[in-house]
């Protein structure tokens, strides 16, 4: 307890008892003795002079969070819809098997916890876990019995990496088991860069000058959205207010994409880059990179690439002899929350709140992180930034297709012979991208993760950019074995345990969809039942207070445009079933029937 | 040129002042746009999304809004309507409502809304949560089947008790109202003649000793739906 106090009152100390640093603080104490009990959350409130409710309400948020006592190992496994197919499910009774405890339980000695995790990123290895800050790939049930086994044995989840990956997954920093998977490298992110080339080039010019660069390199946002980054840019420029910040958004959560996982290992020196230029055209100070709690074992690499540019000048004061550049970059570790890649919920996140989005207007341009005029920008745009400064935005501008200019790093998994990450121009047809990654048999493809659309064989010709098949890069190729609704039930159960629960229709209605699907899945399934899902989809995307809401039913519903006859032939014909299909009387008649020890004579089972 | 802010509601043209939203211009002008979340004395907060109406034919949440000079806004329109209705719906089955026994009946903002859109009975299945109720404090009782999450108490205790006797925890369904204690709201600072208190739409938050008070005839919205006071302020004149 004595200790607990020390600690707590020691780490808020660290970060200036700041209470917009509340994140990093319970992130600490969490890893250091498995929860933030009750007491940790007292001292912390008190050290931060704020009220305890606050600070249970952030622990409460965050997955990684927990108020109550875990393991000091906590095995996280993915069971994301790429880790399903290739067998997370026997992976998962593995575990619960050898550690005799169910998911979500510990170990009577209290050393292990068992959970399930949405998407780690490594759907091109999967299936996929985390333990504590280790990743294990390519699991199978021997492999999880065997990880147990070190597990208890050595108390050292590093001791589960027994070999390295390629790249700097061997890096002493790093020193993780991950293959970088690189199918195909192109000329803007995944090509070598020279540290400081772009940003002279950059500092050469005028602020103004490089937006308009930017402007004339049509380069779009690679989150998703695809807005014009130099509007973005110029928007936060024009905004008033003292100190601006630069944001990088690292908290790459749609499920099936991994992409910014290979750029942060491999070329985080570009995208630092791009950062800083950013900071430099928007006149911002400050610049976070917001890297995602799966990631926390890239975070020594990230920092010694900082510290490297802080040393060659590339950061800091004066930057490369430019009097009143100044420029630096924190990195700010989420805790897992899938809402928090949202830019909103990340600057509230950042700010170290719950990671719910914030009501626009005022737009992060605006009024941003601490009120500053904020520029939130994905990993992958801030390369292109980068590479657009040294090679022209001329030649950046003649890559791609007409709305849709330079590459896109797609995030290949699945059923598929070559899973990875492939950098491809624009314009790309979804047909050529399948025969490149050994996935011509397709049933269906998923494109831009669990809040992208499902398309079938009929859109096969349709072509990758923003204008016709947007992805933010997850691209989850489904071979012709496999179940449309529940491939859909999957994306549904994602967006049930990410809602923020802010809003009504996401809160209330991605559960509701989950459940209609399931009826549907499990043969209890109505005539009218496919103009429900529809009708409540709907009514998500039209109230729902932000994209995660207003996408979590697009998955269903693209895959009912796309499979309509699939679907329908799960429903029952209303005349064969003359009552309530989807009510269970036994089930209902269970518990009263429990009570009063005797079967129901009326209903009999 | 002019600076006055004159909108459109419904065929109405209203004032707005600068800064005010939507729903805020919409009340001065005697128009009444559905809410729950919504107080006159808090900051807005986009939560129950029951006022979204079609701004310029784009559905915006009209609690948190910007009103604007020309723009063109739908409220009572049946569209509009029906999406309200499944809101509130989703909010019925979300908890655990009964009506017929609850003290708040005759005066839940809830119940009046479903009686205004002309809910009938929800279209989605009842969830059944279980959930804790806390009748720890002497004078109030929380009952937490009865919350709708709209966050009123959080931004009342915090903004105008100056208290943070509320905020919520966890995330998605799993989303609760909690307090600023261990456990109990006996061991917050929250009192009775805390706004925090009264300012709960539904029987969340109740008084305790003085259930059942007002009798059936004579509750606030007993008589007349619930926005009546609104839509009396509207003069006449001003329709179209």
């Not at chain 1, 990123?121 to 065997?146: C, F, H, K, W």
């Not at chain 1, 998955?555 to 329908?568: C, D, G």
């Not at chain 2, 004395?41 to 979204?52: D, I, N």
């Not at chain 2, 119940?111 to 720890?136: E, H």
Request: aromatic share 6%; proline share 5%; with cysteine.
């Amino acid at each position: 307890m004595i200790e607990l106090a020390r600690d707590v009152r020691d780490t808020c100390r660290t970060y200036g008892n700041d209470r917009t640093r509340l994140l990093d603080i319970v992130r600490v104490v969490q890893s250091r003795y498995g929860c933030v009990s009750s007491q940790a959350i007292d001292l912390a409130a008190n050290a931060l002079k704020i009220h305890r409710v606050e600070v249970e309400s952030v622990v409460s948020f965050y997955s990684f969070l927990s108020v109550r006592p875990k393991g000091t190992i906590v095995i996280r496994l993915c069971n994301d819809v790429v880790d399903e197919m290739f067998g997370a499910e026997k992976v998962a009774r593995a575990f619960s098997e050898e550690l005799g405890i169910p998911f979500g339980g510990t170990t009577p000695d209290g050393k292990i916890s068992l959970e399930y995790t949405a998407c780690i990123g490594m759907s091109d290895q999967a299936p996929a876990a985390l333990v504590n800050d280790v990743v294990v790939t390519y699991l199978s049930s021997d492999r999880a019995r065997e990880v147990v086994r070190i597990l208890r044995e050595t108390g050292d989840p590093r001791r589960l990496v027994h070999r390295l990956g390629d790249g700097n997954n061997a890096h002493p920093l790093v020193r993780s088991m991950i293959h970088n998977n690189i199918r195909k490298a192109g000329p803007v992110v995944l090509a070598p860069m020279d540290p400081g080339a772009a940003l002279r080039k950059a500092l050469a010019m005028s602020p103004v000058e490089v937006i308009r660069d930017l402007k004339t390199s049509r380069l779009r946002g690679r989150g998703g959205a695809g807005f014009p980054a130099g509007m973005k840019w110029e928007f936060t420029r024009n905004a008033n207010g003292d100190s601006k910040c630069i944001i990088c958004n690292a908290d790459e959560g749609e499920p099936g994409t991994f992409k910014d996982r290979v750029i942060l290992t491999e070329f985080s020196d570009l995208m630092f880059e791009g950062m800083t230029i950013a900071g430099y055209a928007i006149g911002a100070d400050l610049g976070i990179l917001y890297l995602r709690g799966e990631y926390a074992y890239l975070r020594a690499l990230l920092e010694q690439v900082l510290q490297s540019r802080r040393s060659q000048n590339l950061l800091g004061k004066n930057i490369l002899g430019k009097s009143g550049v100044h420029f630096d970059i924190r990195i700010q570790m989420g805790a897992g929350a899938y809402i928090c890649g949202e830019e909103t919920a990340l600057i509230s996140s950042c700010e170290g709140l719950r990671g719910d989005p914030k009501n626009r207007p005022p737009f992060p341009a605006e009024k941003g992180y601490l009120g500053m005029p904020t520029c939130v920008n994905n990993v992958e745009t801030l390369c292109c930034v980068a590479r657009i400064l040294d090679n022209g935005a001329g030649w950046f501008a003649q890559i791609g297709s007409k709305g849709s200019a330079g590459t896109k790093l797609l995030s290949v998994s699945g059923d598929c012979s070559s899973p990875g990450v492939y950098e491809v121009p624009f314009g790309l047809k979804l047909r050529n991208l399948l025969e490149m990654v050994g996935g011509e048999d397709a049933l269906a493809v998923q494109m831009g993760g669990a809040s992208g659309r499902m398309v079938s064989r009929a859109d096969f010709e349709r072509i990758i950019c923003f204008d016709d098949l947007a992805t933010g890069g997850s691209v989850m190729v489904f071979g012709p074995q496999r179940h449309v609704p529940w491939i859909a039930s999957k994306f549904l159960d994602f967006f049930v345990e990410e809602s923020c629960g802010y809003c009504t229709p996401c809160r209330v209605g991605s559960v509701l969809l989950k459940q209609k699907l399931e009826d549907i899945i499990h043969g209890r399934g109505q005539a009218g039942d496919l103009e429900y899902l529809e009708q409540l989809g709907a009514l998500m995307k039209t109230t729902s207070r932000c994209g995660l809401g207003q996408t979590a039913p697009v998955p269903v519903l693209s895959s009912i445009q796309a499979f309509r006859p699939t679907y329908e032939a799960l429903l029952l014909k209303k005349a064969e079933e003359p009552f309530l299909a989807s009510f269970d009387i036994q089930a209902a008649l269970r518990e009263s029937q429990q009570l009063t020890g005797r079967a129901s004579t009326v209903f009999a089972a | 040129m002019s600076d006055r802010m004159i909108l459109t509601i419904d065929g109405v043209k209203i004032e707005a002042k600068p800064g005010q939203t939507i729903l805020q211009a919409a009340d001065d002008g005697g128009i009444y746009i559905p809410r729950l979340c919504a107080h006159k004395e808090l900051e807005p907060f986009g939560a129950c999304r029951v006022c979204t109406v079609m701004v310029n034919g784009r559905p915006q949440a009209a609690c948190t809004t910007p009103a604007a000079n020309a723009i063109i806004v739908e409220n009572e329109t049946e569209p509009l309507r029906e999406i309200r209705r499944a809101l509130v719906e989703m909010l019925f089955v979300e908890g655990n409502h009964y009506c017929m026994y609850c003290e708040r009946s005759g005066g839940c903002e809830l119940q009046a809304m479903a009686y205004r859109l002309g809910i009938q009975a929800p279209r989605f299945p009842y969830q059944f949560p279980k959930r804790d109720m806390d009748a720890s404090h002497p004078d109030i009782l929380l009952e937490r089947n009865r919350c709708i999450l709209c966050g009123r108490c959080v931004r009342a205790s915090r903004d105008l008790d100056g208290k943070h006797v509320f905020q919520f925890t966890g995330r998605g369904a799993r989303k609760t109202i909690w307090v600023n204690a261990e456990a109990k709201l006996a061991d917050t600072k929250l009192k009775l003649a805390d706004k925090a208190v009264e300012i709960c739409p539904v029987g969340a938050i109740l008084k305790k000793g003085t259930g059942y008070r007002v009798p059936i005839g004579q509750r606030a919205f007993d008589h007349k739906p619930i926005g009546s006071d609104i839509e009396e302020k509207r003069a006449p004149a001003q329709s179209l």
